[in-house]
């Protein structure tokens, strides 16, 4: 992908004064701050109208910058080395002198890190003096943003700039594990279990707690298009949209499939498009077929799942 420099700089101008800035990430995109500035940080809450117990995601450039705000083990040097820059956040210990907004870890002392893959978001970490504070760039609780239409379909003139990238080639959010003791995954994500357990060599239990919500992804109610979704549903309801696995016979005006054949990672990378979709032609409910339970069908149930409770 060609980077425009231009387009780089005024993202760099207005991150540098405290301002807000959505950027393009592999994932979803974000809207991001200085994760040093509490200004910054109390823009980005405000912006989504997210729970102050919430906690940001910080994303660096590499490891090196990581190494003054916390400390990390064997295991997420082999996470990183086989997976970063890529779709996985691990949860950290913040060390003592970190200069890490409080307000991004909601009083933790545990911090949420991320290294993106995405091109433009890499040149421009590149080129700050600190890292990124960039949950995903939508309301709270609603679906996520895949493109800059998204963002500004959600946001209008809110925020100061969009950076473009162009969509976001997973089109769900990174896998979170935590590496403090025992790993565990908090969040399901683009990156499968398998692989992470491939490289650590051990089997990794999924969190399913809430009491303590030490990143993104552990709330109940999530990924909203803002309508009810009914799961696993063989009969819809007339004028009710339907979404399926795959394409199913002749195109109907009420039908929306998620591959053509089947495919969990195209499924993945068209599962927020398509609910804005739906939602945009005021249909007034969504049925969703069901979706095989393995690799990246895990992270799309998990998401509908949420985005039922609404």
């Known amino acids: 992908m060609k980077i425009n420099l231009t387009n780089i700089k005024k993202s760099e101008k207005l991150l540098n004064i405290g301002e807000c800035v959505a950027i393009p990430t592999e994932t979803v995109y974000g809207l991001a701050g200085n994760a040093y500035s509490n200004s910054a940080c ?5 912006l989504k109208k997210r729970p102050k117990n919430n906690p940001l995601i910080v994303h660096y450039y590499n490891k090196k910058n990581l190494k003054q705000d916390c400390s990390y ?14 779709p996985i956040t691990f949860i950290l210990d913040l060390k003592k002198g970190s ?17 993106p893959k995405h091109p433009v978001a ?7 003096n600190f890292p990124l504070a960039a949950p995903s760039a939508n309301l709270s609780s609603r679906v996520s943003s895949v493109s800059s239409s998204d ?21 769900l959010e990174s896998t979170i594990i935590d590496l403090r003791d025992k790993p565990s995954i908090l969040r399901l994500g683009g990156l499968k279990i398998s692989e992470i357990q491939k490289v650590l060599n051990k089997k990794i239990k999924i969190s399913n707690t809430n009491s303590n919500i030490l990143s993104p992804g552990q709330f109940k109610i999530h990924y909203s298009p803002g309508i009810p ?29 998620l591959s053509k054949n089947g495919n969990l990672n195209e499924a993945a990378k068209n599962l927020y498009s398509t609910l804005r979709k739906i939602k945009k032609k005021n249909y007034k409910s969504i049925a969703v077929g069901k979706i095989p339970n393995k690799g990246l069908g895990k992270t799309i149930n998990d998401r509908l799942m949420r985005a039922s409770k609404f």
Do not use: Q, W
């Open 42 to 46: 109390k823009k980005i809450f405000k």
């Open 73 to 86: 083990n064997r295991s997420f040097l082999k996470l990183y080395k086989k997976f970063c820059p890529g």
């Open 99 to 115: 200069k890490i907004s409080k307000i991004a870890t909601n009083k933790l002392n545990t911090l949420a890190v991320r290294f």
């Open 122 to 128: 890499r040149c421009l970490l590149k080129k700050l």
């Open 151 to 171: 963002v500004k379909e959600d946001f209008g003139k809110k925020i100061k700039y969009v950076l473009e990238g162009g969509r976001s080639t997973i089109g």
């Open 229 to 257: 979704v009914r799961l696993n549903i063989k009969k819809m309801k007339k004028e009710e949209a339907y979404i399926s696995i795959k394409r199913e016979g002749k195109d109907k005006p009420n039908c929306f499939f």
